[in-house]
């Protein structure tokens, strides 16, 4: 009786020895470890991932193609100005970057001191270029302050430069503001007029995709005190 106890528990450890091997779980089924090779496999990050996402966001702001290439401050015009007397004369036509913000930058268009011609005449005017839009902006200490701390556009923003036509609301003699853009090619040729009154203000800009500004027009009626520049071949 007493060998047959010893046979039954020698049975017994070697039933539950055998039990315990079999439930451990080999090294190559761990989380992270890849059975057919043993090295790590890719770890999903959610927060990584999540931070790659925001960075993409931000993606940074191309230059738009009928604007003047970023790396050009400068540009050379022919020039025809109208005022107490007939001036034609070669100008340099400077482009002034004045802020670059989250979504397009902040230019003024400033041509050299001309004799004869009146400072306020200079500038060409404060454009806010995005990638596929260009805004002109009214050059007011609130509109350009507004622009560069919220990246909000005031309300007298217009649009002189894009793919897209801009038809006028008003019929071609009606009197009133007058505004709207043409698309010809590789141009974008933007018109402004103000015929309520025969000495009303005008001005076009035509841009040219890969060139910038390639002519600019403005003035009062029967060209009174009018500027006109040609880009000359640089």
Known sequence: MRKVLIILLT????????????NKIPNSTKPGIDASNSKPSPQV?????????NN?????IVDNSCFFKSNISQMNYKGKFLFDDIVEQDVKLNINELANLKNGKLYELKLDSIEGVPNDRLSLGYFYVQKDKIYKI???EENLSKLKTSEELPDSSVIVCQDKE?????DKDEPGFHHYLEVNGDKREYHSYNNQVSTGYYESFTW???KGLIN????????RDSIELQLKNN
């Open 138 to 140: 009214e050059p007011t």
């Open 208 to 210: 040219e995709k890969g």
């Open 45 to 53: 990050n959610s927060t990584s991932n999540q931070t790659d996402a």
């Open 56 to 60: 993409n966001a931000n993606v940074e």
């Open 216 to 223: 600019y027009r403005s003035g009062y009626g029967a060209e």
């Open 11 to 22: 049975i017994g450890v070697i039933f539950t020895s055998g039990c315990t091997k079999s």
């Open 166 to 170: 801009i038809k006028d609301t008003l």
